[in-house]
């Protein structure tokens, strides 16, 4: 059984960089064609993806990129997101994903709200 | 990057009714497209890949078609459970993009 969590701040300042933590179980990120990916969905709003980190260490990024970096430790079973320079705007929850090898989103997250204020 | 429009935004229709969701991409993704549901407090669920493809566990009232730049999900026969908000997204192209999501809506 697939699962993942999202660890991190729930409130982080402007300009404050934020770094997410995502601890999965049930699969390998060194297995063929899998990926580990993040996306956020402001309150009330559409979802968004940012990163994709593929079992090869392959990252793919959102138009976000100059302000994300994703991570993997393939033997704690985790994925780090780290985004820098946070505004008011990136308040949102942040999802962590599972992309299978069909390359689709298949399993989710509980997802963590990340709020920005000073 | 391609931009996903759904249609329409929110959708009103009583339980046994039939359900018909639109996303139209700005430039062909092939067969590149999955549809979620997401109910209130939870994470998407992934229903329909590859355009067509029922995901695992998904219930056969739900449909797919479509390719290039139009699809569809279809809902044959709704079920109270069924009301939510879904969205398309597509991988044929990056970055991977999502539509803006319709509301399905008791009526």
């Known amino acids: 059984q697939i699962t993942l969590k999202e660890s991190g701040p729930t409130l982080v300042k402007p300009t404050q960089t934020l770094t997410l933590t995502c601890t999965f179980s049930g699969f390998s990120l060194s297995t063929s064609e899998v990926g580990v990916g993040w996306i956020r969905q402001p309150p009330g709003k559409a979802l968004e993806w940012l990163a994709l980190i593929y079992w090869d260490d392959d990252k793919r990024y959102s138009p976000l990129k100059s302000r994300l970096t994703v991570t993997k430790d393939t033997s704690k079973n985790q994925v780090v997101l780290t985004m820098t320079n946070m505004d008011p705007v990136d308040t949102a929850t942040y999802y962590c994903?599972?992309?299978?090898?069909?390359?689709?989103?298949?399993?989710w997250g509980q997802g963590t709200l990340v709020t920005v204020s000073s | 990057e391609i931009v996903l429009t759904q249609s329409p935004a929110t959708l009103s229709l009583s339980p046994g009714e039939r359900a018909t969701l639109s996303c139209r991409a700005s430039q062909s993704v092939s067969s590149s497209l999955a549809w979620y549901q997401q109910k209130p407090g939870q994470a998407p669920r992934l229903l329909i890949y590859d355009a067509s493809n029922r995901a695992s566990g998904i219930p056969a009232r739900f449909s797919g078609s479509g390719s290039g730049t139009d699809f569809t999900l279809t809902i044959s026969s709704l079920e109270p459970e069924d009301f939510a908000v879904y969205y398309c997204?597509?991988?044929?192209?990056?970055?991977?993009?999502f539509g803006q999501g319709t509301r399905l809506e008791i009526k």
């Open positions: 997204q597509q991988r044929g192209n990056w970055p991977i993009t």
């Open positions: 994903i599972h992309r299978n090898k069909l390359r689709y989103f298949d399993y």
